[in-house]
């Protein structure tokens, strides 16, 4: 009998352990791909500038500076000013 047990609590402790490690992923997660991540921000502004120097559409370009100056307001590193010109 006591060794029924025994493998009972060994199995709810597994389960707990998982369930501990799936929490920590999920919040790791939702911190890291949060709306207001400035180094993710970061990453989209650079591959955007990337895309500009490729195309030189003014409209992207025009687009682009507005979320650079937001950017710009909120995170660091300051992120340079583009010359759409």
């Known amino acids: 009998m006591f060794q029924t047990w025994k493998l009972i609590s060994q199995k709810n402790n597994l389960l707990i352990l998982i369930s501990i490690g799936f929490l920590f992923l999920v919040i790791l997660s939702l911190i890291i791909f949060s709306d207001n991540s400035c180094g993710i921000s970061h990453m ?16 992207f370009c025009e687009n682009l500076l507005e979320r650079i100056d937001l950017f710009n307001e909120t995170c660091e590193p300051q992120v340079e000013i583009l010359d759409c010109g």
């Open 44 to 59: 989209l502004i650079l591959n955007d500038i990337n895309t500009f120097e490729n195309t030189l559409e003014p409209e």
